[in-house]
Every structure is written in C-alpha cells, then in structure tokens.
C-alpha cells in the first residue's frame, strides 16, 4: 500500500493555516469554483452517495442517503445545522479542523449547503471552543468579502449565508434534535423521531445535521472523486447485514496514559494497538494499557485483550462496544482501578442528561449514586446486578428513552462489569468485608458535587 | 419598577442578531452571552428586558436560561472563571487533584467565587483539549498539563489569596 498522506490535516502545522491566503495557495476553494461552474446539485448528492461517506459525528449514518431524506422540490428555505458541538469525553478532532484550518470548514460547508439546496447554515459551536469561534468567524468574513458566501456566490445563482450559533456548556446540545432545540432558543430537549430533521428539523423547515469532519471529507470527495474516497479504508463486513463499510480518511484522538496524546490521520480500520504504538508512542511509562476506551466514553470499554480491534463502523461491536463513535480512544495503563473509570463516566452522564426520559434521568443517577457507595466502601455485590439491570434497559435500543444519550451512559456500565467483573467483586469484597452480602436497601449517599 | 440592567449597547448587540434567524426566540442563546460577557451574569431583570426585546415571556427565556450550566444568575463570578475537567481524560493524569487543590487554596467549593471576586472555581465536562490533559479553560485561555505546582502558579498570576501566602479569602 502507497503511504497514506494526511488528506483532512494536509495543511495543519503550515503557518497561518487558519487564514484565507494559505488556504487558498494550496488549491482552497479551488473545489467550490469547479463545482458551481461544472456540476448540479444532485451531482454533487450523487459523487458523495457514491462514496459511501459515513457521517463522522458518531452515529455513522450515510451522508449521502441522509440527504435525499430531504423532501424533493421543497419550496423552501432549507437548514444546514452543522454540528460543532464536540464534547463526546476524549474528542478534539473537530476543534483542530476548526482551528487551524477553518477553511477547509467553510468550503465542505459550503458544498453541502450547495448538495443539499440549503440557504442559511448554522454552525453550533460548542461553548468551551473560544479559539474556534474567533479563528472561524474570521474566516467567514474573509470569505464574505472575497464572494465565497453571500449572494450568488462566484457569480452563480446559488446564494448562501452561514453563522455561527454559541452554545452554552451542555452535552446534549450535540445530539442533532437537542442541537436544533437550543438552536431554536429553547433547552436542549430531544424530539422524539420520526419526523427527522430531513423532513421537519429547525424552525420547522427540513434540515440537515452534519458533522465538522464529515463535512471536510465532502471538500475531498468533490475535489477527487468517489473512486478515491473508497480506495481508503475496510469493505463492508459481509457478516454483518448493518455494515456499510467504512471508507476515507479519519481523524483518531488518542489520550490518556499514552506518550505522544494528539490527534492523528490514518484510513479508516486502524487497530486500537497501532493506534497506541504507532501514533500515540506506546504506553507511558513503561507500563501496559490495561483498557482502553474506543471511541468516546459512550462506547464502553475494551479490555487489554481487545486491543486489536479495527477501530472502524464495525470493528468495535464486535467485541460488545456500541460502535465507532467519534474514534476518540483513551488507554487506561495497568494502574487505573476499573472502579474509577466506571464512576467518572457514570458522573458524566449523570450531569449531561437532559432529564426529559424518566430512565435516563433516574437510572444515570442511580448508577452514580451506587458507583459513589461502592467508592466509599459500602459497595455490596448485589449493587452490580443493579447496575447492570440499569444499563440492560436505558437507551434507544431497548426502547425506554428519546435519545441515545442513554446508550452511551449505559455502555461503559456493561462493558466495565461484564469484561471486569472479577476486579468489581474483589474491590467489593476488600472495601466492605462485613456488608458486600448485604441485599436489603441501604440508603444512599448524598451526592457530591453533581450540579 | 426595577431599573434597567440591559444597556443601549446590549440591545443593539442584540438586535443584531435578528436578521440571522427566522425567529426572535432563536435570539435568547446570543443575548444571554451577550449580556453575561458584560455583567457576568445575567440577573432576572436582565431576562424580563431580554424577554421583551425577544417578545417572549420572561419564563421562556428564564427556562432556557436555567438549563444551561452556563449562566449565574444570583451574583457575578469573578474576574476570572476557570472551567477545569475532570472527565476521564483528564482524571487519568491528575485533573481531579487540580481541581482539589485549586479549591482548597482558594478557600472555595466549586461553583464558588472567592471574597476578592478574583476568582470563580468550576469543574468541567471534557473540554476539548485532551491531548494536554489535565486542563483549565479561563475565558480564551487553555492551561494546559496542569500540575499542582502549576496550579499553585496560576493562583499567584491571578494574586488570589491562598494558604499559603496568608489567609485565603474564602
Ligand atoms: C448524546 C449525543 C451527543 C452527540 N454529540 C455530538 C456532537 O457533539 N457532535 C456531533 O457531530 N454529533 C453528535 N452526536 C450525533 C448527532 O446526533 C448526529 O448524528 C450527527 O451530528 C450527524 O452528523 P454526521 O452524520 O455528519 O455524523 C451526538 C449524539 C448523541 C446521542
Ligand atoms: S435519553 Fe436522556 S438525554 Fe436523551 S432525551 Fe432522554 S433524558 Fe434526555
Ligand atoms: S477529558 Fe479533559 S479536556 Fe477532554
């Protein structure tokens, strides 16, 4: 195989990146002339369905089918929501992109806008990104001013406004209905689908939601062709009807107990271990990773023996992980107690649910409640039946709640006392020698610092 | 009546806003910034003026308003505000004992403003900027592979009062 060149980060690390003049020294809106002067809207639909293009985001859903979900000769106005959210735990991939190459934002924006006959875009920009948001709204007057956006943008009919939307500090804002919600002024609550945004999203118009990177990825696949995109990447599994294949480039975040923690470029279908050795230096000090998280704490978990998974659409559910994510892995050296990382994370969703769905609500809570107890030394073997009944049936999945912010809480729960339940008895056992058999109710702790 | 908190300049700011959306109420996000980046906070009169530049009722903008982990509404923060994480990337390599010991030297719980309103400790969900775990955000700044000693550095920057030189203001 040819060595891979960065496609996503090619410009990253020249100086001023961010600005109008280097980008477009390297060929920067070369894409855009070509396609509004040579190519239909549902030419570029077509190019980018063809490519098999999975949005980054985390769900993983086809791009280009998820744009002819938008209804066919809509009067309109139509919505592109760009999702620029990110606060899935271990992600940044989008914050670089946005940073240093701002750019290479617009014009993916900017095409898909064009696809999808959109009008006005939103980016909703994550509260904690200041540097984005300055780096980006320079850019967007840059390109104001040198006829990329505005009113028949290069002289063509198609005509395009973008602004940038804040957000305000909440998880949830990430998940497309919650971001189309707080985008409307409201909190953040989800909306239960259908209808999907295709067909009614913001302001009740049809709307699409798409990722940061999965939108640079439409620049590249505009500018080179489908042929190219798939020639990256791993087949669809043929045992596996739901796959799809995963194809292109792909930004890896890698962090935790690892030397050289960055984010990284490779096709899609890295193993977890080549992520680690080959691009994150290998285990700090001298130490093995004992688990790692693959792609965003939603994930789960994948213990040391897992780490050969391919960290592409399929690979990580093969080994009982919800999916791919956002490709975020943290690595967990040998030290980290499996009891810690099971309370971070069950902390975290327990401040980030919205609070609409009753199992979502209670059984984040619950969950950290039980995890609190356990670190405190009254821990009882039983409490790990209720953690597991709990996360056995919050979520989309099993059908208890509006959105998959659920799943994600209850995946690292699974995954931590099914793949280490050995660890969880012992400390159980150690930390509470006269109370781990216990199965009456005991009363809870009083939470710290959750709100 | 209360006398007006929002500015000449604040409603104009605002009103700017309105071209960009097909509804007033979509505005409510981008006039709680704008108001809390002047006050540093946004007080509840604050929301009723908002409410009515935004033709809403003071309860929805006041709703949205406390979803949001965002925005103080009793009383300002301080000068400054630091966001630290203490998600998983960041634990992993100390963030929660940054937080610990930022707090204790200050004087302060997290949330909390110390007496001299220098300073506002916060603790944050994942920030972003994992690969310099552990982290703080403080306005447009990122500290980056926080230590206690660093910690300890940033608290003199600032001149918050510690433990360890005098009394923490609390
Ligand atoms: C709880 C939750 C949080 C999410 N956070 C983000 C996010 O921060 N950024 C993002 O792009 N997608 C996020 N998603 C996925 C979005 O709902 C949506 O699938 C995605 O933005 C679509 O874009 P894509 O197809 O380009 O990936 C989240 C989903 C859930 C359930
Ligand atoms: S699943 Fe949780 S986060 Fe999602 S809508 Fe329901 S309560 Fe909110
Ligand atoms: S976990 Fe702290 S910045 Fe991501």
Redesign the interface.
Known sequence: MPKFEPVLLANIGKQDSHTLKVYEASGGYGTLRKALKDMSPSAVVDVVKSSNLRGRGGAGFPTGLKWTFLPKDHPGPIYMCINADESEPATFNNRILMEDDPHQVIEGSILSCFATRATTAYIYLRYEYPVALERLQRAIDECYAAGYLGKNILGSDFSLDIYLHRGAAAYICGEETGLIESLEGKRAWPRIKPPFPAVEGVFRKPTVVNNIETVCCVRHIVDRGAEWFKSMGTPANPDNPRDAGSYGPKLYCISGHVNKPGCYEAPLGLTCRELIEEFGGGVWKGRRAKAAVPGGISMGVLSAEELDTRLDFDGPGRVDCLGLGTAAVTVMDETVSMIDFLHNTCRFFAHESCGQCTPCREGTHWALQMMDRMRAGHGRLRDLDLLLEIGDTIGIMPGTTICGLADGAAWPIKNAIRKFRGEFEEYIKRTNPTGYMVTEAVPALPVVQLH | MSERVLTDEMVAAIKAYFP????R??????A??IVNEKLRHVPLQAVVEIAEL?ELAPA?VQ??LS?????KQDEPHGEHRA?VC????C???GGEEVLDHLCKSAGIR?GETTADAKLTIE???????????PAI?D??RTLKNMTIESADAYLAELGVRTKTNGEPTG
């Open positions: 960009r959306y097909p509804t109420q979509a505005v409510t996000l981008p709680l910034h935004l929805q709703d949205t979803f949001y982990g965002l925005f966001w203490r998600s998983i990337s634990a992993l390599r997290p603790y944050a969900e994942c920030l972003g900027v994992c690969e310099f775990a955000l306005g447009t």
